[in-house]
DNA sequence: CTTAAATAAATTGCACACAATCTAATAACA
DNA sequence: TGTTATTAGATTGTGTGCAATTTATTTAAG
């Protein structure tokens, strides 16, 4: 089984130049897989999934939130985010109520059960802190520069 | 429906301090989605989803991969590689075949229409460059506290 | 006032992503 | 040598993630 033979052994200038977008991207793709995955045991030990998270660290911040704030907050459609919510509230951290001046709407609130986990998630940030091994500087440099491409990208998406 | 309306109003610093790794943990998982999303129409038009496209770069790369090799340099397990391999192969990218010597491997080999690929998938990694609106330096910043976060993690995972 | 357009959720279908388990093949060792 | 442990892939079940469509409600136009 042959490791790193390159098939195209000379690569052009060219190549180099295509190949950074790529490796930037795979390397995105890559490190969030596994961010994700570090999270994953700490949460389950409360009960959450990764998305539920994302999802209750938002409800956490913020109060009286359609799902279609919360969506547009953490990059989700209404595909992933119902179920996901549904899912919440089988567990008890939120109810869901059609906002009665509009009833399309539904609103999404914690219960009291929901917003007691936020003391029990304290714990779950430094789970990155233990595992990622940048300085605080790079810490603060990778995130002002994942929220300067994420501003980027929702500004003007250009396929 | 009220915005921005935070609930724990006064933030103390424990919270400030926690509240980094989390939100350099959702910049990261926003960030990964939306580069993903913006690759998805550009890899449709040439057969491709992302997950098959990053196969397929590791494939471009390198030749004789068994699957395990792919699963290790892109951080995919069997679960999810050999459903998106077995795609490749009936898109006929691929080929799969048992390795004689030891036929617990399978070993992912290009067609002749695999390779033919990278000429058309040439354009695709400007999709980045035309929507992150980074500079070169930040770019190449980014990319190395990503492979280094990724490299820690790697490492030693303490969860 | 009535029909048409717009909007928020929900639903459906497809493609990952991964833990857990299973199967088959090889390696290790008593 | 025969049994056990290890390893690579495949399978299964759960949970996203998103495009496309549907449903229900509200708004806009005529």
């Given at each position: 089984?042959?490791?790193s ?19 930037l ?10 961010v994700?995955?570090?999270y ?15 999802v209750m ?24 985010l119902?179920?996901?919510i ?8 939120v109810?869901r ?19 007691k ?6 714990t ?36």
């Amino acid at each position: 089984m042959g490791t790193s033979k390159e098939i195209m052994g000379n690569a052009t200038n060219d190549d180099a130049i295509l190949k950074l977008g790529n490796e930037l991207c795979f390397s995105l793709y890559a490190c969030a897989k596994e961010v994700i995955r570090i999270y994953r045991k700490p949460l389950e030990k409360i009960g959450l999934t990764y998305t539920q998270y994302i999802v209750m660290m938002t409800l956490w911040q913020f109060c009286d939130m359609s799902a279609k704030e919360i969506g547009k907050k953490i990059y989700l459609d209404s595909g992933t985010l119902t179920p996901v919510i549904k899912k919440l509230e089988k567990s008890g951290f939120v109810k869901r109520q059609r906002v009665v001046e509009d009833e399309r709407f539904v609103k999404v609130i914690l219960t009291e059960k929901g917003l007691k986990l936020k003391e029990k998630a304290s714990t779950i940030p430094q789970t990155l802190e233990r595992n990622i091994y940048l300085s605080y500087d790079e810490t603060m440099t990778l995130h002002s520069l994942l929220n300067k491409a994420l501003k980027g990208i929702k500004e003007g998406t250009k396929i």
